[in-house]
């Protein structure tokens, strides 16, 4: 695996986490709202979602 600024994925072993940021309801940015998974067969996610963090579920983009 290659030299990476971020985390290794601890599913699959082959993938670093990457950040996701995005926006509130009031328009402040959430810094690392998401992490997910550098390999595509993975699909590995981490998500901060009103206080509760969830795992696993896929990242889609949105519509907006």
């Known amino acids: 695996m290659s030299e990476s600024p971020y985390p290794n994925c601890q599913k699959c072993s082959n993938g670093h986490l ?3 940021s995005d926006y509130g309801r009031g328009g402040a940015a959430i810094t690392y709202k998401a992490w ?3 390999n595509p067969d993975c699909g590995f996610s981490l ?3 009103n206080g509760e963090v969830s795992f696993g579920k896929t990242i889609t983009q949105s519509s907006k």
């Open 47 to 49: 998500r901060i979602d």
């Open 36 to 38: 997910v998974c550098s």
């Open 18 to 20: 990457l950040p996701l």
